[in-house]
């Protein structure tokens, strides 16, 4: 069981909303796929309440049950855990960075977010675990210079996860009707880069 979470304290990042798709396409990839909210603003949670399908299991969880519910996940046969953390330093995200194989950061091509992201891939790399960055909020062309500095600032900085992720209303209203934007709009290009992002961070977790 392989444990994906997503982590940065700047909040509206995109944390809860990559989350969600991730663990849609994930789970239509192939894999059995469980989301825990540590986030006590519960939008995972809701979001999940939202749905009809059976999948992923959607629970909160809080950072002292975080292992037995982990162990629970193993035993049941769950073979991914993403991990949705909140918008500030609390020992949820310390717990979520300790279990985790892979530390995914959102971030949106800005001066702020990209300086926020210093305590969050400092404690990762402190405490020895695997991360990368996520520019995620993209002007949908994904060529200004805004995002080329971004990417640039964030490769000096740590590894980043490919595609780029842009902005696009997809996300938005998926998010809204419980869904993954591969389940909203499948051939649309936010599932796309969803799609690509799940690649992406399944091949960084096989390593
Ligand atoms: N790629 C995207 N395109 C369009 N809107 C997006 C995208 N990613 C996130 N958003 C929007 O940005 C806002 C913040 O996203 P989200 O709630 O996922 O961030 P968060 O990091 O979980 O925030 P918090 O720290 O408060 O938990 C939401 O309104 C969401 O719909
Ligand atoms: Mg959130």
């Not at 000096?156 to 419980?178: E, K, N, T, W």
Request: charged share 20%.
């Amino acid at each position: 069981m392989r444990i994906l979470a997503l982590i940065t304290q700047k909040g509206g990042t995109g944390k809860s909303t990559l989350a969600a798709s991730l663990a849609v396409a994930a789970g239509q990839a192939g894999e059995r796929v469980a989301a825990l909210d540590l986030d006590p603003q519960a939008s995972l949670t809701h979001w999940g309440q939202r749905r009809d399908a059976d999948f992923p299991m959607v629970d909160r969880t809080t950072p002292a049950a975080l292992a037995a519910a982990l162990g629970a996940l193993r035993a049941a046969g769950y073979s991914l855990v993403i991990l949705d953390t909140a918008g500030i330093d609390s020992a949820a995200t310390v717990a979520a960075m300790r279990a985790a194989d892979l530390a995914l950061i959102p971030a949106r091509p800005s001066l702020a977010d990209i300086e926020a992201t210093r305590p969050t891939f400092s404690a990762l790399a402190r405490l020895g675990r695997p991360y990368a960055f996520v520019l995620n909020q993209c002007a949908p062309q994904l060529k200004s210079g805004r995002v080329a500095d971004a990417v640039k600032a964030l490769k000096l900085l740590g590894a980043l996860a490919l595609p780029l992720i842009a902005l696009r209303a997809d996300h938005q209203d998926a998010f809204a009707f419980g869904l993954g934007v591969t389940e909203h709009e499948p051939n649309g290009k936010a599932a796309d880069e969803v799609r690509g992002l799940w690649q992406w961070a399944n091949r960084e977790m096989k390593e």
